[in-house]
């Protein structure tokens, strides 16, 4: 990304995106991207593509249909408290915890 507003405007528009605040760092099992105390593994074909922004603030866009709720936690899942749902018709608005930091809403089908 060399101009994230214009990338995060050109993927929203193209198609319903969430946008997270992340940071990639160098961890244990390599690079990886951070959200609070949740760590993903960035995939080896990414890794090459993302390796300059070590150290960095990213956005990372999750896609509305991507979400669900989970009985059982899973290792690679953002945990998050859902703390207000906004029905809006055809979707729901989401405001979320993620990490103690409560300022993400989502867009949920």
Known sequence: MTNPPTASWAVSSATPMNFVAAKIERGDRGLE???GDWH???PADMRAALERYAGKPIQIGIRAEAMEVLEVPEHDAL???VEV???LGSQNLLTVRIG???DESFDTP
């Open 79 to 81: 945990a998050v408290t």
């Open 85 to 87: 749902v906004e029905p």
């Open 100 to 102: 103690g930091k409560r």
């Open 33 to 35: 991207a951070k959200v």
């Open 40 to 42: 993903l593994q960035i």
